[in-house]
C-alpha cells in the first residue's frame, strides 16, 4: 500500500538549534516528494521538492531535506531554526504521471524561546 | 499576485443545507484539486480535475459535486451538509509543484 509516515506528531526544539524532521514513505513508482509548511490558518506552502538528480534539495527558508532510496526517507533539515518556523509541516509524495498526492498526517513544530 | 482564490474563508451551515465553494487560478494549469483537512488526518483529496473538462473521484468524495467550469474554475459543491462535512478545505492547482489557496473554514451544525 502507498502511504506516507511522519512519526512524529509535535516536535519541540529550542530557538537556534538544529531541526530534523522525519518522513518515510511507501511508494510503487518513482517518487516525486515534497514538503509543504502551513501556518496557522493559513494554505499550505511549498518548501521544496524532489524529483531526480542531487539527493539533497534546498528549498526556502533555508530548509534542505535529503532523498534516501535505500531508506526511503526524505526528512526535512534546518540547521537553525527561528521563532517564525513555528507552523506544521507534511511531506508529500506523487508520481509525475500521477495526478495525486498522497499526505503524511503532518508534524507540528514548536519554538521555544 | 499569481495564485489560488477560494471564497468564501468562513461558511456555517445547517444540516441538510447546500453551498459551492468556489476556486479560481490564474497560473494557466491545467490539473484543479479540492482537499479537506482533518485534525491528525492530513489532506484527504475529495475531487479532482486533470484538465479542463474532465473531473475524477479522489479518496472521500461522497458527499460532494464538482464542476470543472473552465481552466481557470474549479467549484466543490455540497448539496446536503452533514456534520461530518465540518472541515477546512483547500484547492489546489499543480503546475511544478502545488499551488495551494488560503482555505474556507465550513461548519455545519
Known amino acids: 500500500a502507498q502511504s506516507v509516515t511522519q512519526p512524529d506528531i509535535h516536535i519541540t526544539v529550542s530557538e537556534g538549534a538544529s531541526l530534523e524532521l522525519r518522513c518515510n514513505y511507501s511508494?510503487?513508482?518513482?517518487?516525486?516528494l515534497f514538503w509543504y509548511v502551513q501556518s496557522p490558518g493559513q494554505g499550505l506552502q511549498l518548501l521544496l521538492k524532489?524529483?531526480?538528480?542531487d539527493t539533497l534539495v534546498q528549498g526556502i527558508k533555508g530548509f534542505e531535506a535529503e532523498f534516501k532510496r535505500s531508506q526511503s526517507s526524505f526528512n526535512l533539515r534546518k540547521p537553525s531554526v527561528h521563532w517564525s518556523d513555528a507552523a506544521e509541516y507534511f511531506c508529500a509524495v506523487g508520481a509525475k504521471s500521477n495526478y495525486q498526492l498522497i499526505w503524511g498526517a503532518g508534524t507540528k513544530l514548536i519554538i521555544k524561546p | 499576485n499569481a495564485g489560488v482564490t477560494q471564497t468564501p474563508k468562513f461558511q456555517v451551515l445547517k444540516t441538510g443545507q447546500s453551498m459551492t465553494l468556489q476556486c479560481a487560478q490564474d497560473?494557466?494549469?491545467?490539473?484543479m484539486y479540492w482537499y479537506r483537512q482533518d485534525p491528525g488526518m492530513g489532506l484527504r483529496l475529495i475531487y479532482y480535475?486533470?484538465?479542463?473538462?474532465?473531473?475524477d473521484k479522489g479518496e472521500v468524495p461522497n458527499g460532494y459535486n464538482v464542476s470543472r467550469l473552465n481552466k481557470r474554475e474549479f467549484s466543490l459543491r455540497l448539496e446536503s451538509a452533514a456534520p461530518s462535512q465540518t472541515s477546512v478545505y483547500f484547492c489546489?492547482?499543480?503546475?511544478?509543484?502545488?499551488?495551494f489557496g488560503s482555505g474556507t473554514r465550513l461548519t455545519v451544525v
Open positions: 497560473m494557466n494549469h491545467n490539473s
Open positions: 480535475s486533470a484538465s479542463e473538462g474532465t473531473t
Open positions: 511508494y510503487g513508482a518513482t517518487p516525486y
Open positions: 524532489y524529483f531526480s538528480g
Open positions: 489546489a492547482s499543480r503546475g511544478d509543484g502545488y499551488t
